[in-house]
């Protein structure tokens, strides 16, 4: 069965910081390009950072450039994302996913994780 379980969300205070995890589990975890997606309270779903599926590239969204560090263990098919610096915009339902990037704007996604969510108060 295809997984990919997010953990390390929770609430923080303004300015500072939290590490997500994405376990995945039930495909071939470095044949596929990895991403973090978030959902904020009446927003439409937005693109957060994505790595290669070897590394190969990463991008960032603009909001979050700077601030956010995306990475991945393949040996542990394991994604993290590193917030530093978090603001209350940042506050929303943070998902994992799994497929392949087309350009730093598009992705098809195969699998996506549950979401685990991040509260940033001031």
């Known amino acids: 069965e295809v997984q990919l379980v997010e953990s390390g969300g929770g609430l923080v205070q303004l300015g500072g910081s939290l590490r997500l995890s994405c376990l995945a589990s039930?495909?071939?975890?470095?044949?596929?390009?990895i991403g973090w997606f978030r959902q904020a309270p009446g927003k439409e779903r937005e693109g957060v950072s994505y790595i290669g599926s070897r590394y190969d590239s990463v991008f960032t969204s603009n909001s979050v450039k700077g601030r956010f560090t995306i990475s991945r263990d393949n040996a542990n098919n394991t994604v993290y994302l590193q917030m530093n610096s978090l603001k209350p915009e940042d506050t929303a339902v943070y998902y994992c996913?799994?497929?392949?990037?087309?350009?730093?704007?598009?992705?098809?996604?195969?699998?996506w994780g549950k979401g685990t969510l991040v509260t940033v108060s001031s």
């Open positions: 039930g495909f071939t975890f470095d044949d596929y390009d």
């Open positions: 996913a799994a497929g392949t990037l087309l350009s730093e704007t598009e992705a098809v996604v195969n699998y």
